[in-house]
Structure formats: C-alpha cells, structure tokens
C-alpha cells in the first residue's frame, strides 16, 4: 500500500504523503491557498485559533464520501485519500473569511 493519498482542493489534484494537514496539502498545489494567521509549521500547537483558514470539505475520502457538516480549519484538518475541498470556489468560506478578520 502506498505512503501516499490524493486529495483535490478547487479542482486541483496532488498525491501528499498521509499525515499531510489540507493546508499542507494545498501550499504544495500552490496558488490561492487559504490564509494562516496562527499557524507556523515550526511550533508545535499552533494553528486552529484564528480561524481564517477555513475551508469546505465536500467529500470526506475515498472510504466515506460525506461532506463534512462544518467548515473545517484547514491547519489542522489531516488530508483524507479521496478528499475533495473547496478553498477559493466557495463563496461559503470566502464569506467566512471575511467574518472572521473583521473582528480583527
């Protein structure tokens, strides 16, 4: 069995090795990738505070194709194989976003 799982994030497609986060996931896609104020990949804990990268996963994985019932922090959130997620296509999180940092 591979070490590596796919996961497609605004249409795009990458092979990421499991234990990968979305945002990860998405930094090595490239592009619009979703924002990170309280993440820093160096420091252990971070992440998951601020909010601002939120993204919508639309099918779960592979194994088990739901949507998740919530915007998830994408800094947090391990890549699923299979796993599809909307960060710049939805309006949802776009709106979200927004919330977020302006209470900032």
């Known amino acids: 069995m591979s070490d590596l799982i796919k996961i497609t994030i605004d249409g795009k497609s990458i092979e990421v090795p499991k234990g990968t986060t979305i945002l990860q996931a998405a930094r090595q896609i490239g592009g619009k990738y979703p924002p990170a104020m ?3 990949s160096s ?3 971070t992440g998951g505070k601020c ?3 939120l993204v919508k996963v639309t099918q779960g994985s592979e194994a088990n194709p739901r949507p998740m019932p919530k915007l998830v ?3 947090l959130t391990r890549a699923e ?3 599809v997620v909307e960060n710049e296509s939805s309006q949802e999180v776009i709106d979200a976003r927004n919330g977020i940092v302006e209470f900032c």
């Open 73 to 75: 922090a994408s800094c």
């Open 51 to 53: 909010r601002v990268c």
């Open 43 to 45: 420091l252990k804990n």
């Open 38 to 40: 309280c993440y820093y």
């Open 81 to 83: 194989h299979g796993m």
